[in-house]
Each structure stands twice: as structure tokens, then as C-alpha cells.
């Protein structure tokens, strides 16, 4: 432990402590009555930090307190109000998107969903000439006419009135060509189609 | 949690305020009012903003209220909300103003129906702003905890959320930066 310090240390120590380390140090007390310099400098730092204490703790708010807690739960009202609707208008922009999703992508998925497949047999027609006879009537979105080279029937997908609409048709021209020739054989099979 | 200098509440204060009681709220800002303004000088970059930051830091202590943890002291809790309350205006561009207008702060400024006080204000207000004002606000914040409010370091920390050894680097910074003037008059001072 040094006996005496020096004015470097003396500067170094009142930059860097506290007003109370200085104020409590023996060796800046020591060192202060020796040295008009240091203790001027000294008085001024504690003096300087005493006062801007005071400073601080002197200034009082200018704001009416009663009126800054009427005014803050009034502004808390506001905002629950502001917020309540912010919330409604999200919910509003929310509903009337799922509307308009529902309308365009939900209509078609459950337009989809309707579909039903059924195959009918075909004695007097080819599955070509079925396919020309129904497929005017078949226009559901998904639809389909299939059939296979050397099988005497047509596979339909389609909504059931359409497929009703089918099978009538399709037993009609049936009809109508048994009646004409008598009686009807294997139907005339064309190459499927490509 | 530390202990934060500031007046004490009855907690069941808060409770009533949580249940809509004006009242309580009215004598949480009259008990609290002078030591977050005694903050906000630090905190805000201003003095002059310190009103702002008083109104809008009981705004959110208001919104903010179920969330107090009884655990920690109003005053600590109080002093977060101070704080962030003081960033966020610093961050904001464009800031919402306050919800008092200056004006009818003016009108219930009792400096200005008493001179003295006026000019003792003015000079106590020139004086921090001397102090304080060219510091960075870090160093300001841990000078005025620690050296002038009397928490130690370590409390300061925690009140921050800072590390220890930071505070204590931003302490020794905040010093030297504000006796640096006063120091340059010894003729051996060599900044």
C-alpha cells in the first residue's frame, strides 16, 4: 500500500471512483491537503455530482397527476375500442375471403366430389357411336367417356343426371336399332382412340 | 429483483386497478409520478421529454398491468416499463405526442405563477443537461443508478439487464466524460 500518491494517480483516481470512494479515500485526502490543484479539482467534482443530484431529485413533473391518469384511462379505453375493431375488421376480411374461396375452389371441389362413374354395356352400338350420342350431355367439370378396344361398353363419369341422361339415350339408340334390324349382335368395334 | 428506490403500494392497489378502479389507478400515478419523471430525465434523451415519457410509461403500466409479477417491487416494475417506454420513443419515428397537450401542461405548471421556482428550475434543468445530455445513454442511465441514486452495480445489472462488468466500464466512462472538463484545469491533467 503506497504512503502518498502522486497528482497523475490523484487525477486518475477522481476520474474513474465515485464521489464516495473519494470522499472515504485516506490516500486522495492526504494527497489533497498537499496539493492546491488536486483539491481544487476535487471540490469542484464532488460539488458538481452533489449538485446535479439535487438537480435531479429538485425537478418535479409538470403534469397534473389526476389528469394524466384520467387522460391515460381514457387513451386505454380508446385503445380497447380500437383494438375490439381492428379484431372485427380482421374477422370481416377474413369471413368474406373464405366466402369468395368457398365460391370459386369449393364449388368446383364439391362439382368434383358429385361425380359418379357407372359403365353401360353397348349390344347394338360401339363405344365410338355411344360416345358421340352422350357426350353433347356430358359437361360437368371432371368429366369422362372411356372405353376400351374390344370391350362392348362405355365407362362414364359424369354428375347423375347426366348419367341418367346417358343410360337413357344410350338404351333408346339400343332400342331403336334392335327394332330396326331385328335383333342386335356384337356391335361394330372401331380401334380405340390414340 | 432489486430493490428499486421509489415509494411503496399496497399491491391490492394494482388488484383494484386490474378491475377497472380509477381511483387506484389515480393514487398509483400521484405516488409514482415524481420518481418516473425523476427516471424518464435520464432515461429520455431530453429533459424535455421526460413528461412524454412519464404519461406514456403509466399508458402501458395501465394496459400492462396484469402482467405485473408480485414477486418484484412496483417501483422495478415501474422503472422496465419506464425504460422500454423510453426506447420506444427514441425508435418511433413518427411519434405519437402526447396525450396531454403542452399546453394544458402549461396551464397547471405552477412555474410559471412562481418565478423563482421557474428560474431554479431552469438552472437545475441546464445543469443535467450540461451533465448529462452529451453522454451516451447507457452511460447515462448506469451513472445516475449507481452514482446518484445509490444502487450498486450489481443491482444496476440487473435493472438494465446489462452484465456486470459492463455497467461498471460504462460507469467509469460516464465519470471520466463528466469530470473531464473539470479535471482539464489541473495543469498536469492529460486527457
Redesign the interface.
Not at chain 2, 484545469?185 to 492529460?190: G, M, R, T
Given at each position: 500500500m503506497p504512503e502518498s500518491i502522486t497528482c497523475e494517480q490523484s487525477l486518475k483516481a477522481l476520474a474513474t471512483l465515485s464521489a464516495a470512494e473519494i470522499q472515504s479515500s485516506r490516500l486522495i485526502a492526504q494527497h489533497t491537503q498537499t496539493c492546491s490543484d488536486c483539491s481544487r479539482v476535487a471540490s469542484v467534482v464532488l460539488e458538481r455530482e452533489r449538485s446535479l443530484g439535487l438537480a435531479l431529485d429538485s425537478l418535479s413533473p409538470r403534469a397534473d397527476p389526476a389528469r394524466i391518469a384520467d387522460t391515460v384511462s381514457l387513451a386505454a379505453e380508446r385503445h380497447a375500442t380500437a383494438r375490439f375493431i381492428k379484431w372485427l375488421l380482421v374477422g370481416a376480411m377474413g369471413a368474406t375471403a373464405w366466402f369468395a374461396l368457398d365460391s370459386t375452389i369449393g364449388d368446383h371441389e364439391r362439382k368434383v366430389a358429385a361425380l359418379r362413374t357407372e359403365t353401360f354395356p353397348l349390344k347394338c352400338l360401339s363405344p365410338q357411336q355411344a360416345e358421340g350420342l352422350i357426350e353433347p350431355y356430358i359437361r360437368a367439370d371432371g368429366h369422362g367417356i372411356y372405353f376400351t378396344n374390344g370391350v362392348a361398353a362405355v365407362t362414364v363419369r359424369a354428375l347423375p343426371s347426366e348419367l341418367a341422361q346417358a343410360k337413357r339415350l344410350i338404351d333408346d339408340a339400343q332400342l331403336r336399332s334392335a327394332m330396326e334390324s331385328g335383333s342386335c349382335g356384337s356391335p361394330t368395334l372401331a380401334p380405340a382412340k390414340p | 429483483m432489486t430493490a428499486v428506490q421509489g415509494p411503496s403500494i399496497d399491491t391490492s392497489v394494482l388488484v383494484r386497478i386490474a378491475s377497472g378502479d380509477?381511483s387506484a389507478?389515480?393514487q398509483?400515478?400521484?405516488e409514482f409520478?415524481?420518481i418516473?419523471?425523476?427516471w424518464a430525465?435520464?432515461l429520455a434523451d431530453d429533459?424535455d421529454e421526460?413528461?412524454d415519457v412519464?404519461?406514456e410509461t403509466?399508458?402501458n403500466a395501465?394496459?400492462k398491468i396484469e402482467r405485473y409479477d408480485e414477486s418484484g417491487s412496483v417501483a422495478a416494475w415501474l422503472y422496465a416499463i419506464a425504460r422500454r417506454t423510453a426506447g420506444q420513443r427514441r425508435r418511433v419515428i413518427k411519434r405519437r405526442r402526447n396525450?396531454?397537450s403542452r399546453d394544458?401542461?402549461?396551464a397547471?405548471?405552477v412555474?410559471l405563477t412562481d418565478p423563482g421556482a421557474r428560474v431554479?428550475?431552469e438552472?437545475?434543468?441546464s445543469?443535467?443537461r450540461q451533465?448529462?445530455s452529451a453522454l451516451p445513454r447507457k452511460q447515462r442511465e448506469v451513472f445516475?443508478l449507481?452514482?446518484?441514486q445509490g444502487l450498486t452495480p450489481a443491482e444496476a445489472a440487473e435493472l438494465t439487464g446489462a452484465k456486470s462488468v459492463t455497467v461498471r466500464a460504462n460507469l467509469?466512462k460516464a465519470?471520466?466524460a463528466?469530470?473531464?472538463r473539470?479535471?482539464s484545469?489541473?495543469?498536469?491533467?492529460?486527457a
Open positions: - | 380509477a389507478f389515480a398509483l400515478v400521484a409520478q415524481p418516473v419523471y425523476r430525465l435520464t429533459p421526460a413528461d412519464v404519461q403509466f399508458l395501465y394496459r396525450l396531454l394544458s401542461a402549461a397547471n405548471d412555474y431554479d428550475r438552472r437545475a434543468l445543469l443535467v451533465s448529462l445516475d449507481v452514482d446518484l467509469f465519470r471520466a463528466i469530470r473531464s473539470i479535471l484545469q489541473h495543469p498536469l491533467y492529460d
